[in-house]
């Protein structure tokens, strides 16, 4: 458990290290993420519309 913690805890810091030193490139893997998260979702509603129809 300890370890796991430490590792949230590290993991945290990185973040907020990150979004203060480069901030554009934060906010770039950011929309990357929501990018395939919604091409994701595109993805399967496509598929559920064709097993539907």
Same mark, same amino acid.
């Given at each position: 458990?300890? %370890? +796991? +913690? =430490? &590792? *949230? !805890?590290?993991? #945290?810091?990185? =973040? #907020?290290? !990150?979004?203060? *030193? +480069?901030?554009?490139?934060? /906010? /770039?893997?950011?929309?990357? %993420?929501?990018?395939? &998260?919604?091409?994701?979702?595109?993805?399967?509603? *496509?598929?559920?519309?064709? =097993?539907?129809?």
């Amino acid at each position: 458990m300890q %370890v +796991k +913690k =430490v &590792i *949230t !805890y590290v993991a #945290v810091a990185f =973040v #907020v290290f !990150y979004l203060f *030193t +480069k901030p554009a490139e934060a /906010a /770039a893997a950011v929309n990357g %993420v929501f990018d395939g &998260i919604l091409q994701g979702a595109d993805q399967l509603a *496509t598929f559920f519309t064709a =097993v539907l129809t």
